[in-house]
């Protein structure tokens, strides 16, 4: 099947296809956070120091930013089917340097190569909305979403469980080949996506500023979403310090459990679709803040012993506030126009990473210098100054 820009389906999106995208969307977004639990394995191996190993998780999220600037828009210029293959093919062959590299020059560089190839999940949205009709959109879109959500949040635990077995370095292989083989279905599967704008390269990523300057609707949802996960990474980031101190002393399996608890937080996307298909997407947008907010304070009650369970609750309630704000950002700014989806994708991707990664960039350091109390009053600062921004729209 061949789409144009301009082209509408008659059909929904065949339910096969949904779980393909979401599929595929879970397995590329998981090649940002495989290696976040094996840094005290991979550094020492590959030569790196304890101080600098961080640079690997840094590295792979600075990659994802560059592709989302500057591969990402290419969605409204170049065939899609082609361009998702390529980008495709281009992590496949960063996983299998990851996988080989002699030193940390080599490994870094991969990391980087990483996350740039792992932007294709961006490029997979847009291409599912497009083909979806508007009173559906929000509903597919959100199906999709909880696969990337499950990527996100099993990525960690199975990562851990393989190199633990069969040592780091398969993690980047057995990534490897599950995307050689999403390729080959993708190949099959995909619609072909011809864009009818008529731009050069340059042009094409200067216009994003003005998308940006011009659209107000999209710099709202991009900050709602930016508040929330940089909430979302201060608490993954800062919770196993928390879990493994003195007070839970929960070894790395039940960490790992711990983060599948969390995952059930997938389940609150596709409600948030339908949700935002039947025009409830303002209200939506202020319960996620709340909840987002909310967690945080349940969380303060992880002071004792007894209260893993509020910990869990905690976890689950925020993971549902972000996984529903970003689907109704999404349907929102989709509404905006084919022709101007992927760079307004990649704008709000772009803008609430940078939030993420101040998130996880203090979870450290207010751990160390506040404990869990510092962790959660900040991480309630985050979603509540969103929605008292919220409450001027």
């Not at 070894?251 to 298909?277: K, T, Y």
């Amino acid at each position: 099947m061949t789409l144009t820009a301009n082209s509408k389906a008659s059909i929904h999106m065949p339910r096969g296809l949904v779980f393909v995208f979401a599929l595929a969307c879970g397995i590329l977004i998981a090649n940002l956070y495989y290696a976040q639990p094996l840094i005290s394995l991979i550094a020492p191996e590959i030569g790196l120091s304890e101080s600098a190993a961080s640079l690997i998780v840094t590295l792979t999220q600075i990659g994802y930013c560059i592709g989302l600037i500057l591969l990402v828009p290419l969605g409204d210029l170049i065939e899609n089917r082609k361009l998702i293959l390529l980008t495709i093919s281009g992590a496949i062959l960063a996983l299998v340097m990851a996988m080989l590299a002699p030193n940390a020059l080599w490994f870094l560089f991969a990391s980087l190569l990483v996350g740039i190839g792992s932007v294709a999940v961006q490029m997979l949205i847009p291409i599912a909305a497009h083909i979806s009709p508007e009173e559906r959109r929000g509903r597919t879109v959100g199906n999709i979403m909880s696969g990337l959500l499950l990527g996100v949040m099993l990525a960690r635990p199975i990562s851990g469980f393989i190199a633990h077995h069969f040592g780091w370095r398969t993690v980047f292989g057995m990534s490897a080949v599950l995307l050689i083989i999403l390729a080959v279905i993708l190949w099959n599967l995909l619609p072909e996506r011809q864009p009818t704008l008529n731009h050069h390269y340059f042009r094409l990523i200067k216009s994003l500023w003005s998308l940006l300057r011009d659209t107000p609707i999209l710099r709202r949802r991009a900050l709602y979403q930016a508040a929330l996960f940089a909430s979302f990474s201060l608490f993954w980031t800062a919770i196993p310090l928390l879990l493994s101190g003195p007070l839970f002393k929960l070894s790395q399996q039940g960490i790992a459990l711990f983060a599948l608890a969390g995952a059930m937080g997938a389940i609150a996307a596709p409600i948030a679709g339908r949700i935002a298909d039947k025009g409830y997407a303002k209200p939506a947008t202020g319960f996620a803040l709340a909840t987002g907010a909310f967690a945080f304070l349940l969380s303060l009650f992880g002071g004792t012993s007894a209260s893993l369970f509020c910990l869990v609750l905690a976890g689950i309630l925020l993971d549902m506030g972000v996984q529903c704000n970003v689907v109704l950002g999404q349907r929102t700014i989709y509404l905006l126009g084919a022709e101007v989806r992927s760079r307004l994708n990649a704008l709000y991707m772009a803008i609430f990473f940078i939030g993420g990664a101040i998130g996880s960039g203090i979870a450290s350091v207010a751990y160390l210098y506040g404990g869990w109390t510092l962790v959660a009053s900040i991480g309630f600062g985050f979603p509540a100054a969103a929605f008292l921004f919220y409450l001027t729209e």
